[in-house]
Each structure stands twice: as C-alpha cells, then as structure tokens.
C-alpha cells in the first residue's frame, strides 16, 4: 500500500468521522476503558510499577546482545533452535524456508504484531501456503483483507453484522448477527484448521534469557492450540522482547493486562520451555520449535539517545486507549501497522519516513498516551522529534517556513503582530475576524477566530504595573503570544488579582512567543532561538515565580526547554527559569495560600475544563477546583480533562479532528447547565469561545484569571 497524499488522507478522516458505527463503538470503549482502567490499578502502586518497568527495560535494552546470547544457550539446551532476522525480508524468507524444510503445507496464526510488522501472511502465501489467523478479531480481519486497527483488539472497528456478513460470504451460509453465535461460527470453522495445520506461528511478549522460555499473554485460547497442536511452532518477536529474568516479566504481567483491557490478567499466560515430545503417526517425535528474533531497525533505535524510549514499549495500546484522535478516527487512520501514539512513532522507524510523514502530525499533543503508557515512554516528545526530523528531510511548506522564521525574531514577530493588528481591520468584527466563506476559512468555519486586540499586553503594561510592596514576593509574569497579543484581558486580570494580594509583579519587554507553537511544526531552531530569548528575558530578574497564565506555555517551558537548549552551555540558567515557572491556579492556592474570603461567592455557575498540558503536563488537578469553589458553584462535567481540540497548529492542519473534539467537548460543558466556562490556557480559550461563538450558544468563557479577578472582593 502506498503512503497516502495530504488529500487522501484528509478524505479518509473525514470518512472515519462520518462513520457513525465506529464514533459511537470508539466512544464507548474509550468511557468504559477509563473507568474501569481506574477499578483494575487501585490495589497496585501504578506510577512505582510503571517506574520500574522503565528502568528494567532500558537496563535490557542495554545488553541486548548479551541476553539473546543467554537465551540462545538456554533454549537450545532444550532443543529449540534459535535464529536472528536483521530485516523484515530476512525473517520472511526464513519462516518460509522453514515450512519449506518442514514439508509445510498449511499454518495456523495466533496474535503477533511483529508478524504483522513484516507482512508475514503475504510472504507465505506468495509462497504457496494456506496461512488462518486463529485470534477472532484477526480472523475476521483477514477475512476482510485489513490490517487490525488496534493492537489489541485488531477488529474493534466493525459491527456485528458486518462480522456476520463476511462470515456469511466464507462459509456461504446466512449468519445470524448475534455475537455468541458468531463465536460458534468461528469456533466451528477453525477447529478443522488447528487439527490440520502442520505449522503454527505465534508471537511472544517476552523471551526469558534466564531459561530460554517465551511467553505469550491471549484472551482466546487459539494462542495454545497454535502452539502446541502443528509439528512445527515459529515464534516471532523483536529483539527489544527479550528480558533478564521470569522476574522482569512477571513485572510486566501486573500492568499489561491493566492497561490493554482493564484486566487484573489474561485468561491465559503460556510459557513455552523447549521442544517437547509429541506423538506423529503414532510414534513419539519431537516438536520443531523456532524462535526468531527480529531487528529490522531496532539496534539502530537503541542508538537513538531521542527515541530509543520507544523500545521500551510492551504493546498494551493503552496509547490509543486514551487518544482522543484515535478515538475519534480509529487505528486505521492513526498508524499503519502500529497504532495510536506509538504507531507514529514506530511508522517511521519500521515502516519509513514517507508514511510517516503525514501520520506524525495528527497527534494534537494533549499527553493523555504518555500518562498511562506502561514502560513510562515520553511519546509525545518523540512525536515531536520526529517531525522536526521529517520537517528536515522533507522540509516544511513556505507559510510554515516563514512562520518559523519570524517566531525565531522577537522584533520581527512584534513588528508583524502590530501591523496585523491594523490589517485585519477590514474583515474585524468586534472580538472576532469576521467569519469568512469556507473557500478562505481553511476549514476553521467550525469556530470564531479571534481578532488580534487594539492594544497589546506589554503597551499598557507601564501604566497596570502594580506599586512596589517592599519585602513582598517578587512575581515574574510570562505572556506568552496569544495573551499579550490577542487576549491582554487575561493578563490584565491576573495583574489586578496579583496587586491585591500585595505582591510585586515585573514583566519583562524581551520575552517571546515560549516557542511552542513552532516546536508543534517540526521547525527546531525557531523552537531554540524563542527558547534561549526567554530564558534570557527572565535571567537578571531575581523572581521568586514566574508564572504563566498559559498551560501549554508552562509545560513547554518546564519539560522542553531542557532539551531544546542542551547545546547552548546555558543550562544553569535554563533550570533555574524552568524551576521558577508555575501555573496561575498553583501560584495563588499553593504560594499565595489565598482565602475563600478573597471572592465574592454569589454562587454563580461555572464549569471548567482542564487544559492538557496544566492536567497532565504540569500535573495540576485540585488548585482550579478549590478556587472554582471558592468564587463560584463549580458543576464537574464529563470528561472534563479529555482535549478541546485545539493543540495549536493542530486545529489549523486537521480542522475536521479538532472541531469534532471542540464539539463534544461544548456538549459536555453545556449538560452540566453552568453558565460560565472557565479555563486557564488562552488555546483551549480561543477553542471554547470561539466555538461557541459560531454556535450562537450561551456559554460564557473566561480565563481562570478573568473569572476570580470578576468576582474578587473589594
Ligand atoms: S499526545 Fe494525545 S493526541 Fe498525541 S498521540 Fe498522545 S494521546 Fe494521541
Ligand atoms: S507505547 Fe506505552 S501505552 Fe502504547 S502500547 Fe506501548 S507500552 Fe502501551
């Protein structure tokens, strides 16, 4: 299959949002995943758990060699033959010499995603074999000729009857669409084919160097019938599936089966230990049992210093689990053999550069993967990464490249704001550009854009500069763009609040865009220079905080800066800033330790929603509620920490995803019968009122620093 065009790739997004079956399918997994993810980890410490996992598999990563040479020992003490495939092609030709040695005529296949990583099916059968997945969903799946569209669950994208349909076409007999009849079908029809296969291929979840042992984590109990029935048994896995000891892996087994399906565990964890007797044609033989190790790119991503993380993962799918792209598009769309947030990644490792091209960008950044990922991998840092990286193979189109250019020139990118700001003027519409037929509005119809403001930020800044307090806390205030150009009310808000709390505030005028936005573009060395300006702007300033009335900005600076800056010799002072960056919310319940008594509360009632990168970025939960509950009559709504859409650029490159999540995400809001939304990320802002301005509804949206400033006592 080749890698899709901008335009297909468009189009089939919009088919998999049109797809009703699939929303409502996603949906409901997604709520349910949630909840009961939450029941199934409450009697273990997950965060210690998943810690841990990390370590151990980096330690392994680090002695790959040494544990396939332990293990290669300790099966073929056993009589199992061990084998290295450096490429995909290599492991292909080997399974297929080894039917062909094995007088092979048929296979049968329980679950393996490394077999679905080398196109294992196709080569056997180009070979002559008659090759049967024996997992349900990947029957199905092969029956209809797809790939899975989860790791788990390959066939979550269709519906019953579209089950009873293509098993009515394979058995050529009319198929009731009830489920447990279905599974009699299938039952029925692949029995005849365990009992007459001479070849079983299975996968593994991890090789055990102590003893030679793999094991294998299913649901279905076709993963031991294909192991153990046929004369001959290939495991394929990569080489990053290999551990120390049973220990590493029994460590594994506590959150696999949590994360994947919210299991305590699998019906079945099988451990295969050596070639055992069987009995052929009445006489005792011994199995012939293969295990091949794949690399097909995998020691070079161990050099990786960026990415090697990726190799850590156990394939729980836990990433498109809690997506909200994959939940709105399905697997199909959001990888191509691998899927959700690491299905990017390993695109473009195992699969090439050029389908990942596209791919790499419909990650609207909102960490909710790296949040719940069992091996602790950072996966939307190295989204990030990859698309700088693609952005310089492939380099970027010229508006991005401009746009790169001038975030990376302080003066340049103010100079450019103030003259916008007077040439908007013909299509300006109160707080709004005014709303364009869809041919200029790129897609964006599906919120109001935001006009940029008559006067910036840092203009009136002189004049709200509250007095000096002497001995009071000393409060560095980081605008970011869109707040110092486009929404200063938030900023001038924040000011008042902070002046009567009696701490001194200081603003530096050098300060930029925090650099974010470009990052999202893939252009890095716009990403650095905004970087280096800001720690520079803040250096001198002697802060107790700096504070950030943008979440996204708060966590690009804290968690990126680091490793954006580590080749400018700058990083005492690049840690000193990012230590010294706090939310607003944070700053005035944990710093300022403000009291109910500082709002008027006249019980107004308000809903919230949780930026991404305050949630889970900076871990912020309790400090927008106390305050919310302080000033108002604070209704939770339903999914109140799950993505607007916004993800900077992202709304501008997938409008379609982003105005389906910017619409759920109303709808929650609008149930709860607040009359005010509140939020403290000017991104998610400009989602939320401007989506609800296009809607003509009566939700107010205010920034967090808005709404208290509203209701601060006098
Ligand atoms: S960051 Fe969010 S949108 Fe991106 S892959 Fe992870 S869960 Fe999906
Ligand atoms: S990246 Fe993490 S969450 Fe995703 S499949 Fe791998 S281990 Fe699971």
Not at 163 to 168: H, N
């Amino acid at each position: 299959m080749t890698a899709p065009t901008m335009k297909t790739y468009h189009n089939s997004l919009k088919t998999a949002l049109d797809d009703d079956f699939l929303r409502q399918t996603l949906d409901k997994f997604a709520v349910q995943y949630r909840a009961n993810r939450q029941l199934i980890f409450a009697d273990v410490n997950e965060k210690e758990l998943i810690a841990e996992i990390a370590d151990a598999k980096d330690a392994s990563l680090d002695q790959l060699d040494q544990l396939y040479e332990r293990f290669k020992i300790e099966a073929e003490k056993k009589g199992v033959v061990v084998h290295r495939a450096a490429t995909a092609k290599d492991a292909c030709d080997l399974v297929c010499q080894l039917a062909k040695e094995n007088n092979v005529q048929t296979v049968i296949k329980s679950k393996s995603m490394t077999a679905e990583e080398i196109h294992l099916n196709h080569s056997l059968e180009e070979a002559g074999l008659k090759v049967t997945e024996t997992d349900l969903g990947e029957w199905i799946i092969q029956l209809r000729h797809e790939g899975p569209s989860h790791m788990v669950m390959p066939a979550i994208h269709l519906s019953r009857h579209q089950v009873a349909d293509v098993f009515a076409e394979t058995t050529q007999r009319d198929q009731d669409s009830d489920i447990s009849k279905l599974v009699k079908v299938a039952r029925q029809e692949l029995r005849a084919k365990f009992a007459g296969a001479d070849m079983g291929v299975s996968g593994a979840n991890f090789a055990v160097a102590q003893n030679g042992s793999i094991a294998i984590c299913t649901n279905e109990g076709n993963g031991r019938l294909t192991t153990t029935l046929p004369r001959v048994h290939v495991a394929i896995c990569g080489i990053d599936k290999l551990v120390p000891t049973i220990h590493d892996a029994l460590r594994v087994i506590k959150v696999l089966p949590r994360n994947a399906t919210a299991q305590a565990i699998t019906t079945y964890v099988s451990w295969i230990t050596g070639a055992v007797e069987r009995q052929e044609d009445g006489q005792s033989a011994q199995k012939r049992f293969h295990v091949i190790f794949l690399d097909n790119g995998r020691s070079q991503l161990i050099q990786d210093a960026k990415c090697r993380q990726a190799l850590r993962c156990v394939r729980c799918g836990a990433c498109a689990n809690v997506c909200p792209v994959y939940r709105l598009v399905g697997g199909h769309r959001m990888g191509y053999v691998y899927i959700g947030a690491i299905g990017l990644i390993l695109t473009y490792f195992f699969h090439g550069h050029e389908r990942a091209k596209l791919l790499a960008h419909n990650c609207v950044g909102c960490e909710a993967c790296k949040d719940v990922c069992a091996a602790g991998i950072d996966l939307p840092a190295i989204i990030q990464e990859i698309r700088a990286r693609l952005t310089e193979e492939f380099g970027s189109s010229m508006d991005v490249a401009l746009l790169g250019k001038v975030l990376a020139n302080r003066g340049l990118f103010h100079t450019l704001l103030k003259f916008a700001k007077w040439a908007q003027a013909p299509v300006k519409k109160g707080r709004y550009i005014r709303h364009l037929p869809e041919i200029f509005s790129l897609g964006q119809g599906f919120r109001a854009l935001p006009a940029i403001a008559n006067e910036s930020f840092r203009d009136i800044w002189p004049a709200l500069k509250p007095p000096f307090v002497p001995g009071a806390k000393k409060i560095g205030l980081f605008a970011g763009c869109a707040q110092d150009f486009i929404f200063p009310g938030h900023l001038r808000a924040a000011v008042t609040i902070l002046a009567k709390l009696g701490v001194n505030v200081e603003f530096p005028l050098t300060q930029s865009c925090c650099g974010l936005p470009v990052q999202m573009m893939g252009q890095r060395a716009a990403a650095i220079a905004t970087a280096k300006g800001n720690v520079l702007a803040f250096k001198s300033l002697d802060v107790d905080y700096v504070v950030t009335l943008c979440a996204s900005c708060a966590s690009h600076i804290k968690h990126r800066y680091a490793d954006l800056l580590a080749g400018e010799n700058m990083s005492a002072d690049v840690k000193a800033f990012g230590d010294k960056i706090i939310d607003f919310s944070s700053l005035l319940t944990d710093v300022l330790k403000v009291k109910p008594e500082t709002f008027v509360n006249n019980h107004e009632k308000v809903g919230y929603h949780y930026p991404c990168h305050l949630v889970r970025g900076m871990g912020v939960v309790e400090a927008p509620k106390t305050l919310l509950k302080a000033a108002g009559d604070y209704q939770p709504a339903a999914e109140e920490d799950v993505c607007c859409g916004f993800g900077g650029t992202y709304s501008i490159k997938f409008p379609e995803v982003s105005g389906t999540l910017l619409a759920n995400k109303l709808n929650n809001l609008q149930a709860t019968g607040a009359t005010t939304v509140v939020t403290d990320c000017p991104g998610c802002f400009m989602q939320l009122d401007g989506g609800e301005a296009i809607r003509g509804g009566k939700l107010k949206v205010e920034h967090m620093a808005e709404f208290l400033a509203r209701h601060l006592a006098k």
